[in-house]
């Protein structure tokens, strides 16, 4: 059973830094795509970046791109998405995922393991 547990949201102010990450246990990152997905409020489920660490490619979307990067510490288990120049438009309950492997990286329908959620607040 895999499971995934997200830490590091808050409340930053408009053009601060966050990094969020996401412990993982029963996988290794070594076999699938990870990626960070959003939801603002009162919105749907929003794909935010994916990476296969194996590879070590990296996808983004664009409303991220430049501002966002997404990593992993494969011997610690554990993806990272550090925010930079963050905009009040990125408020969001930030999930990270795990793809099942059937569907491409950015097909949230695919994705088989989700973690809980954190808060991130962009406000002055």
């Known amino acids: 059973e895999v499971q995934l547990v997200e830490s590091g949201g808050g409340l930053v102010q408009p053009g601060g830094s966050l990094r969020l990450s996401c412990a993982a246990s029963?996988?290794?990152?070594?076999?699938?795509?990870m990626s960070w997905v959003r939801q603002a409020p009162g919105k749907g489920l929003e794909w935010v970046s994916s990476?296969?660490?194996?590879?070590?490619?990296?996808y983004y979307a664009d409303s991220v791109k430049g501002r966002f990067t997404i990593s992993t510490d494969n011997a610690k288990n554990t993806l990272y998405l550090q925010m930079n120049s963050l905009k009040s438009e990125d408020t969001a309950v930030y999930y990270c995922?795990?793809?099942?492997?059937?569907?491409?990286?950015?097909?949230?329908?695919?994705?088989?393991?989700w973690g809980q959620g954190t808060q991130v607040t962009v406000s002055s």
């Open positions: 995922a795990k793809s099942s492997g059937y569907l491409g990286h950015d097909q949230i329908a695919g994705y088989d393991y």
């Open positions: 029963g996988s290794t990152f070594s076999s699938s795509a």
């Open positions: 990476i296969y660490s194996y590879i070590s490619n990296t």
